[in-house]
């Protein structure tokens, strides 16, 4: 953690995380942690309408016996005076990512998974970090939840803080069948304008986004007006390392959606399936277009 905290740092970027150190799997690590799950007895389901997998079983009523997350929160808190940020499942992601035998309702799941992701929540906040950031791609297929109680499942999981909070949607990474599956939907990837409304309305602080290289119209982006945006700048599906230019011209395009006081330069989504030297030099491209454009709005 100490050295992907150094590479973010010399790379430039203002806002730093623990660089993925402390998770292996974005959903698992965190459930691995849970009473109510087993580990051993698996079934396969279908993750996110894509492909099968070989999951967990939720058998009985899940909480959190002890923190997942704290303690490595506070150690990184102690290594830098930046601001720092901290990923979570979401909600609606965990329960997509689990054979349920016991409640037998995704709602249900969704909303004990908030009850415990607002305990963890609390207790990072109090550890200094100061925006807490929930991953849901699902968010990206299962629109009718989303509206119907996703966005409410998250507003549960938020529940109290005063820290910024953020939410994470992505059309996934890293294996075939998300790549495959990206390739279905036509010149324009509208699945954002389904959920945008209400996630306007909701108490969610920053929308983060895969921007760059993806098929996404900017222009829904609008619907998001008021809210702080994360905006993908870097590809992660790909080692050619964008120039600063490239990302300044994708900040550039976006601020015609977004008060430029409400845009944080990012990238699309998380590096573990990049080299060290690509991702560092991807991290140093990120900073220095967002350099570029800061230059020109003051």
């Excluded at 970090?129 to 996703?150: L, T, Y």
Aim: charged share 30%; with cysteine.
């Amino acid at each position: 953690m100490k050295l992907s905290l150094h590479e973010q740092q010399c790379a430039g970027i203002d806002i730093v995380c623990d660089g993925e150190q402390t998770r292996q799997h974005f959903v698992t690590t965190f459930i691995e942690h849970l009473n109510g799950v087993d580990f051993e007895n698996r079934e396969t389901v279908r993750i996110r309408d894509r492909y099968d997998a070989s999951v967990p079983r939720v058998i009985d009523a899940v909480t959190r016996p002890n923190s997942v997350f704290v303690e490595d929160a506070k150690f990184l808190r102690s290594q830098t005076d930046r601001p720092i940020k901290w990923a979570l499942p979401g909600p609606m992601t965990m329960v997509d990512t689990l054979y349920d035998a016991h409640y037998k309702s995704r709602e249900k799941l969704a909303w004990e998974f908030a009850k415990i992701l607002n305990q963890e929540a609390k207790e990072l906040e109090e550890a200094g970090v100061d925006i807490i950031q929930f991953d849901e791609p699902a968010f990206n297929v299962f629109f009718d939840d989303v509206n119907e109680w996703g966005v409410a499942a998250l507003e549960r999981a938020v529940e109290g803080l005063k820290c910024e909070t953020a939410v994470h949607i992505c059309y996934g990474y890293g294996i075939k069948a998300n790549t495959e599956w990206k390739k279905t939907l036509g010149n324009e990837w509208r699945q954002y304008e389904s959920i945008f409304p209400m996630l306007q309305r909701s108490n969610i602080d920053i929308i983060s986004l895969e921007c760059h290289n993806s098929r996404v119209p900017l222009e829904l982006i609008e619907l998001l007006r008021g809210k702080k945006i994360m905006v993908g700048a870097i590809d992660v599906a790909n080692h050619t390392v964008e120039t600063a230019d490239e990302v300044a011209n994708t900040l550039r395009n976006v601020l015609k959606y977004v008060d430029a006081d409400k845009l944080y330069p990012c990238t699309n989504c998380g590096m573990a399936t990049l080299p060290r030297e690509v991702a560092r030099a991807k991290l140093k491209a990120l900073s220095d277009g967002a350099a570029i454009v800061r230059n020109e709005c003051t």
